[in-house]
């Protein structure tokens, strides 16, 4: 598959994802998509949530990292990771035999850096998520292994297009579906699953991100990628530059209805909302999307939406 992405390439996606999907049956959960009364009487809408924090290892990428290593001779890996990626990373190559080195900020939190550790994983600590990945880049091409980008990777895209395709196929339509966006892994997953398995008119995909690190909707404003200066936020998970090249963007741009931001008090908001009337517990990447409806971001009065849970604080 080319590594460039065009409305051609859709039949090539599709293919891509339903190879994942069977790939991935009895690795991973299928995971809840459950309505929230809490956010349907706020919005207007018919809200519900598909809680990617109940998958395994606490994140929808565990999908990513099962659908990759499982294409790759057991051997030596590469990633970088704020967190999820490098802790579903290290959960996949424990069951599958592979030897995993994870760059990851200093700054992530604890329990994730101790769960990579913990699977047997070689972990290397960093200023930054950007020093992370910069540093991961040069330990592949240097020792010539494999590096498994948490976003840039067209597997690790079409594992996590599997929870587009639980959401289109749960035989009730949506009209909206909300998704986190960070390096755009999942929106691209999701936006192709979307476009291609939807029996009627495809759902329209908004992405969501911290205030605090816009690199989609500065790239998308632009219509390129380009730097920008990442703020602390509670959505660490998010957090980042994206890598120059990467398919993500053209995918989102192509076939995302766009991407919207919430302020660091909007993304507490949602977690302790989740906390208190869903009983969730979700971590701010997670609940970024929740963040855009309660603060009144997206307009979803009178329709049917699907807002994507990615993440546990655990």
């Known amino acids: 598959m080319s590594a460039s992405f065009t409305s051609n390439s859709l039949p090539a996606w599709r293919r891509a994802l339903d190879e994942a999907a069977a790939r991935l049956e009895g690795r991973v959960t299928h995971t809840p998509l459950v309505r929230s009364a809490w956010l349907s009487d706020i919005t207007g809408g018919d809200v519900w949530l598909k809680l990617e924090n109940q998958q395994l290892e606490g994140s929808f990428k565990t999908r990513g990292a099962f659908n990759a290593l499982l294409q790759l001779p057991p051997g030596r890996i590469v990633a970088a990771s704020a967190g999820n990626h490098g802790r579903s990373l290290a959960y996949a190559a424990r069951e599958l035999g592979a030897r995993l080195t994870v760059f990851a900020p200093r700054t992530a939190p604890a329990t994730k850096l101790d769960f990579i550790?913990?699977?047997?994983?070689?972990?290397?600590?960093?200023?930054?998520?950007?020093?992370?990945?910069?540093?991961?880049?040069?330990?592949?091409?240097?020792?010539?292994?494999?590096?498994?980008?948490?976003?840039?990777?067209?597997?690790?895209?079409?594992?996590?297009?599997?929870?587009?395709?639980?959401?289109?196929?749960?035989?009730?339509?949506?009209?909206?579906?909300?998704?986190?966006?960070?390096?755009?892994?999942?929106?691209?997953?999701?936006?192709?699953?979307?476009?291609?398995?939807?029996?009627?008119?495809?759902?329209?995909?908004?992405?969501?991100?911290?205030?605090?690190?816009?690199s989609f909707s500065t790239a998308l404003a632009h219509n390129r990628i380009v730097p920008i200066t990442v703020s602390p936020t509670h959505a660490d998970g998010l957090a980042g530059n994206l890598e120059s090249g990467s398919v993500t963007f053209e995918i989102v741009r192509d076939l995302a209805a766009g991407v919207t931001t919430v302020t660091e008090d909007e993304i507490v908001a949602a977690m302790d909302g989740l906390q208190e009337r869903e009983h969730q517990r979700v971590e701010g990447a997670g609940a970024v999307g929740v963040a855009a409806l309660l603060a009144g971001k997206l307009d979803v009065d009178g329709k049917r939406v699907a807002v994507v849970v990615s993440g546990a604080n655990r």
């Open 117 to 214: 550790r913990s699977h047997g994983a070689d972990l290397e600590l960093c200023d930054s998520y950007d020093d992370a990945e910069e540093r991961a880049l040069m330990m592949s091409t240097r020792q010539s292994v494999p590096f498994i980008s948490p976003y840039n990777h067209r597997d690790v895209i079409a594992g996590a297009g599997t929870v587009g395709l639980e959401i289109v196929s749960n035989g009730h339509p949506f009209d909206v579906v909300v998704v986190p966006t960070g390096g755009g892994g999942l929106i691209s997953g999701i936006s192709l699953a979307a476009r291609t398995a939807s029996v009627g008119t495809p759902p329209t995909i908004h992405g969501v991100e911290a205030t605090a690190s816009p």
